[in-house]
C-alpha cells in the first residue's frame, strides 16, 4: 500500500465551487487533517479519519500528514481557497525540508479557487488588469516589509488584493495600509471590501479610498484595491484591460 | 424569459478542474461564445448554438452575448483559467460601459483555476508568499509600464507570475524581461517555465535566472519567479511563509 499526501484547496465556501479534483481526492481519502472549519466541511463516511487541528499549528499539521502518508495512508490536508496561496502547501513544504526522512514522499497539491479570484468575480472584474496578492498579517513577516511592498504595488499601479487584514490580535495593521495607500494614491481609487465570499453571509461593499474605515474589514473580509483606472459600470467594478 | 450572461473560467485544460458552478451554467445555456480553442471544449447538444470566434475580438465577443441576452438567450462566454485574470470578464464590462442599452443585463463571473495557480500546485508552492501577477503582452498596454511595473515588484521582493511571456510577433519582450530581473535580482533567483499545465503536454523546467534563456517560454508558459527565499525541496519548489 502506497501512501500520498494531497493539499487540497476546498474554494471560498459554496460546494459548487470545489474541483472535482478536489472531491476525487477526499473519496480515496484514509484521513483527513486541517483547520477545524475546512475538515468539518468533509462529510465522515467509514474508512476515513478526520484530524482537526487548531489553528496556528500547520507545520505539526504538516508533519502529522507527512508521518501518515509514511505509514500507508492516502492523506488530504484541506486548506480554504487555493492551498498555494497564504495557506497549507508551503508549510508542507516547510515540514518536508525539516524532516528528511520524509523526502520520498508522494506529495501533490490540487489548486482550488483563492479567495480574492471569488471576490472579484462577485465584483466584477476588477482585477483584469496586472495585480497583486498581499498577505497583512505580521505574524510571519516584519510590519515594515508590508509596508514596503504596499509602497511598491502602489507605485506600480498594480491592482491589489489583501489577505488577512485585520484581526483581534492587531486591529491597527489595516489602518496604518490605509493611511499608506492615502499616501501614495488618489483618494478616488475603489476599494472592494468583500466579505465570506460565496456562503450565506456574502457582503461586498465598494468604496473609495477617501471613504475607506478600518472597521470595513475583519478576519473573513479580502480586501481589493482597483489601480487608477479601475471603475464602476452599472453595479459592477471593472479594471480595464488597455493601460497608458 | 430571461436572458443572462454568465463569463465562466474553465480553468486550465483539464476536466476535473473545471467547476461544478461553471459546468452547471454551461447545462442551461443556450449559447456559448468564445475562442475557438475553448468552445471546442463544450460538447454539442440540441438546443446549444455555439459560437466560436478567432483571437482580438474580445470586445465584439461581448457585446454578441449582451445582444443575445436580452433577447432572452442564457449566453455563456468560455475563457480559460479564470475569466477575471487576463481573460473576458473585462471585456464584458468594457462592452456594457459601451452600449449604455445593456445596462439592466444580468451577468455574472464565475471564478476558475487560473494558470498561474495551475501551475505553482504542479511545482510545489512558490507563490505562496506574497506575489504579483503581469501580463507581458504589450499589445494593450506600453512596454514602459511593463517594465515599470517588473522593475517595482522586484524591489518590492515580489514573488511573479508572468501570462503571455512571450509570441512570434514580439519575441523580444520576454528578453527583456529576463535582463530586467537581472539588473534587479540575484542570478540564484528561480524560475520556472510551466508549459501547457494540467494538458497531456505538461512540462514543468525549473533554473535559475543566471540559467534562464528567452527560448524557455512560448505562448503556452506561464512563467513564475521565486522572491529571495524560494527554494528547492527534492523535486519541488516552494516559497516559505516567513520573511524577514
Redesign the interface.
Known sequence: MTGWVAIAGL?PG????????AS?ALAEATDVIGYIPYVARVAPRDGLTLHPTDNRV?LDRAAHALELAATGARVVIVSSG?????AM??????A??AHPKY?ASD????????AM??A???A????????????LSDN???WA?IE??L???A????AMAFYNPRSKSRPEGFEKTLNILREECSPEHLIIFARAVSTPDQAINTVTLGEATPDMADMRTVVLVGNAAT?R??R?V???????
Do not use: Q
Request: charged share 25%; hydrophobic share 45%.
Open positions: 474554494g459554496r460546494e459548487d465551487l470545489v474541483t472535482p479534483e476525487a500547520e487555493d492551498p498555494g496561496v497564504f502547501a508551503s508549510a508542507v513544504f516547510e518536508l525540508e523526502a506529495i501533490r497539491v490540487l489548486p482550488g479557487i483563492t479570484l471569488a472579484a468575480a462577485a466584477g472584474a476588477p482585477l483584469g488588469h496586472d495585480f497583486c496578492a498581499i498577505n510571519l513577516k516584519p516589509l514596503h511592498r509602497r511598491m504595488a507605485r506600480g499601479d498594480f471603475r459600470v452599472g459592477y471593472y479594471t480595464p484591460r488597455s493601460a497608458t
